[in-house]
């Protein structure tokens, strides 16, 4: 059974920073692409930020370049969202998921339908 935990949101001013962690469990994860995703109150979800399965290849949306930074351990089957100069548009459910089949990766070609585990969803909130 494959589980998906994602943890460190919070609540941080404006300018700031947080680093979301996600773990992934029942699957061998270093053959498995991966994606951090959002959604904001009333919005649909976004992809944020992807990373190919051996950390070779990253990709973001515009509105997030040079600001975070996506990568992974996977000796530690982690996932990190390194998130800088936040500001309260980034406020969301921040989601991390994992490709449902291992080795492929479509960066931001991506079809939602590509993930296949998803976690619960850290709340990141950024004030003004």
């Known amino acids: 059974q494959v589980q998906v935990v994602e943890s460190g949101g919070g609540l941080v001013q404006a300018g700031g920073s947080l680093r979301l962690s996600c773990t992934a469990s029942?699957?061998?994860?270093?053959?498995?692409?991966m994606g951090w995703f959002r959604q904001a109150p009333g919005k649909e979800r976004e992809g944020v930020s992807f990373i190919h399965w051996s950390g070779s290849n990253t990709n973001y949306v515009d509105s997030v370049k040079g600001r975070f930074t996506i990568s992974r351990d996977n000796a530690k089957n982690t996932l990190y969202l390194q998130m800088n100069s936040l500001e309260p548009e980034d406020t969301a459910m921040y989601y991390c998921?994992?490709?449902?089949?291992?080795?492929?990766?479509?960066?931001?070609?991506?079809?939602?339908?590509?993930?296949?585990?998803w976690g619960q969803g850290t709340q990141v909130t950024v004030s003004s």
């Open positions: 998921a994992a490709y449902s089949v291992p080795q492929r990766y479509y960066g931001l070609l991506y079809n939602p339908s590509d993930f296949g585990y």
């Open positions: 029942g699957l061998t994860f270093d053959e498995y692409s």
